[in-house]
Nanobody
Framework: QLQLVESGGGLVQPGGSLRLSCAAS????????IGWFRQAPGKEREGISC????????LYADSVKGRFTISRDNAKNTVYLQMNSLKPEDTAVYYC???????????????????????WGQGTQVTVSS
């Protein structure tokens, strides 16, 4: 079994915070780069952040830079996305994705490319509304 499971989504008011988790089963995440994506209703899936397998490099889309923080705890086989100062525009289904690799740096264009990743979670809904 090879699976990624997102959790932590929900309904939050503008300005609030959520922490999303991406947990792996069937494989260990310490050899996988992880990307976070989101898809709002009627829009294309958007890559917003990624982290290298060792956690030494992180990248963010301009839309979330300064508000979201990606991190990982390989001992727990989990990657996190801390989301602060949430806006209604952040409303979307959030997905995590994994790609095997040991590179210490990633190009942003790869980080946000769906085609780069091999495994995907089912998504978790984030709704930002007053």
């Amino acid at each position: 079994q090879l699976q990624l499971v997102e959790s932590g989504g929900g309904l939050v008011q503008p300005g609030g915070s959520l922490r999303l988790s991406c947990a792996a089963s069937g494989f260990t995440l310490d050899h996988y780069h992880i990307g976070w994506f989101r898809q709002a209703p009627g829009k294309e899936r958007e890559g917003i952040s990624c982290i290298t397998s060792r956690g030494g490099s992180t990248l963010y889309a301009d839309s979330v830079k300064g508000r979201f923080t990606i991190s990982r705890d390989n001992a727990k086989n989990t990657v996190y996305l801390q989301m602060n100062s949430l806006k209604p525009e952040d409303t979307a289904v959030y997905y995590c994705a994994a790609r095997g690799g040991s590179e210490r740096l990633l190009l942003f264009r790869l980080c946000v490319s769906e085609r780069y990743y091999d495994y995907w979670g089912q998504g978790t809904q984030v709704t930002v509304s007053s």
